[in-house]
């Protein structure tokens, strides 16, 4: 091996060798925070039931925070996240998304 292969091989591997180690975005640093689902079970039931004294309480307690979308066995799985990651991304929020395995 010439000399300046050598010298080559040595700047590459000092320089990888200091380096820092690559650091991944931070998907919460990316977005002012996690999507509130305004259409979620609890904030259509608060919604829809005003007189009730429980809903101000469901309301605060459970309907304005974020809460994970469950999905599943869905023939049109790909339309539905997109429009609800849609939705989120529309308020600069970060969707919760959880999946459930297809029952065989």
Same mark, same amino acid.
């Given at each position: ?7 080559? $091989? ?5 320089? $990888? ?12 640093? $990316? ?62 929020? $970060? ?10």
């Amino acid at each position: 091996m010439s000399w300046t292969a050598r010298l080559a $091989l040595s700047a590459t591997a000092l320089l $990888l060798a200091t380096a820092p180690p690559a650091l991944a975005a931070n998907p919460i640093d $990316l977005t002012s925070g996690f999507y509130v689902n305004p259409n979620s079970a609890p904030a259509v039931w608060a919604r829809n039931n005003p007189g009730d004294a429980r809903a101000a309480r469901i309301q605060s307690a459970i309907a304005n925070r974020p809460i994970g979308r469950w999905f599943g066995a869905d023939a049109n799985i790909g339309a539905t996240v997109a429009s609800y990651v849609g939705a989120a991304d529309s308020h600069d929020k $970060l969707p919760v998304l959880v999946a459930l395995p297809s029952a065989r």
